[in-house]
């Protein structure tokens, strides 16, 4: 075999050695992700008509008001019973949830969506981006390979629930006085929502924003992109986010907006809301994220 024979196959080989390490890191996360889906976490009121409802690591919110209530994400297939609970536990009826809303298309997300609809009958929003993908069970969203192997697989596949209404970028969902702005934030997914809404709490009047997801997953963000307009969505999406205000920072994974230090600091604080009042930190968590897509972008600009 010639000496370039060789380096072609060594070449190859470590190309399907990267691919495995690549698709393992997948699914290791994968099974991060859906293990702390199984942790429950007891409802509570973060501030005003703004409650907490999903588990230790996928978020789920409930938006009360006078003539209907919303819930923002579904999470797992598995957590639809723990949100109808604590809906429940919290005093509410989940009959009253007239509006689902989602943040984006992906399993640990949108998976219970389809439970949730049917025991609330509420009508299902998402956003016209997203749409085909939840319609289908979050077949055929753009991702690097292993991550389309796993949704081959079934994996990353969930139950499909019925769309009722798709909205664009800056639409304003109502439910009597409860008002949601559906940010199209668009990257992780081509429809990724970042919602934002007021909370009254007391005679406080506070914005709070729900940053749909900024993680990047190694997705190209050079010819050839990881979906057309993927680089150019990103740069909307930090532009967008920067323009809102955000007094209560939220996010669709508890990791990233702090949510087991900021229950440890309510039991002590003079207003239980105090600790998730957190400009500051939803700035740092925005930057954080750039920074990241800079730096990849500028690695896979570097390539021959």
């Known amino acids: 075999m010639s000496r370039i024979t060789k380096r072609r196959w060594f070449k190859v080989l470590l190309g399907m050695a990267g691919t495995v390490a690549v698709g393992g890191l997948a699914l290791l996360r994968y099974g991060v992700m859906h293990s702390g889906s199984k942790v429950p976490v007891e409802p509570f009121r973060i501030a005003g008509n703004l409650y907490y409802v999903g588990a230790a690591d996928v978020t789920a919110f409930l938006l009360t008001?006078?003539?209907?209530?919303?819930?923002?994400?579904g999470g797992y297939p598995r957590n639809a019973p723990t949100i109808i609970a604590g809906i429940a536990k919290l005093g509410f009826?989940?009959?009253?949830?007239?509006?689902l809303v989602n943040s984006h298309a992906h399993?640990?997300?949108?998976?219970?969506?389809?439970?949730?609809?049917?025991?609330?009958?509420?009508?299902?929003?998402?956003?016209?981006?997203?749409?085909?993908?939840?319609?289908?069970?979050?077949?055929?969203?753009?991702?690097?390979?292993?991550v389309r192997f796993l949704e081959w697989t079934g994996l990353l596949r969930?139950?499909?629930p019925h769309i009722d209404h798709t909205f664009k970028d800056g639409d304003t969902i109502r439910v009597g006085p409860v008002e949601l702005v559906g940010n199209?934030?668009?990257?992780?997914?081509?429809g990724c929502t970042s919602w934002s809404f007021t909370v009254r709490d007391g005679d406080r009047e506070l914005r709070a924003v729900n940053i749909c997801s900024l993680t990047l997953q190694g997705a190209s963000l050079v010819e050839p992109e990881a979906y057309p307009g993927i680089r150019?969505?990103?740069?909307?999406?930090?532009?967008?986010?920067?323009?809102?205000?955000?007094?209560?920072?939220l996010a669709t994974h508890t990791e990233w907006f702090s949510l087991q230090r900021k229950l440890s600091e309510r039991a002590t604080a003079q207003n239980p809301a105090d600790p998730f009042i957190d400009p500051d930190g939803?700035?740092?968590?925005?930057?954080?994220?750039?920074?990241?897509?800079?730096?990849?972008?500028?690695k896979q600009q570097r390539r021959p």
């Open 282 to 298: 939803y700035i740092r968590f925005v930057d954080s994220a750039e920074k990241d897509f800079r730096e990849l972008l500028a």
């Open 232 to 249: 150019a969505d990103f740069e909307h999406s930090f532009r967008t986010l920067r323009s809102l205000r955000a007094d209560i920072f």
């Open 158 to 160: 969930f139950p499909a």
């Open 93 to 99: 009826k989940v009959t009253d949830v007239k509006v």
């Open 184 to 190: 199209v934030t668009a990257g992780h997914t081509p």
């Open 107 to 146: 399993l640990d997300h949108a998976g219970g969506l389809k439970a949730l609809q049917e025991a609330s009958d509420a009508k299902l929003w998402v956003s016209e981006r997203d749409a085909d993908f939840v319609a289908h069970g979050g077949a055929g969203l753009p991702s690097i390979w292993p």
């Open 65 to 73: 008001g006078p003539e209907g209530h919303v819930v923002i994400d």
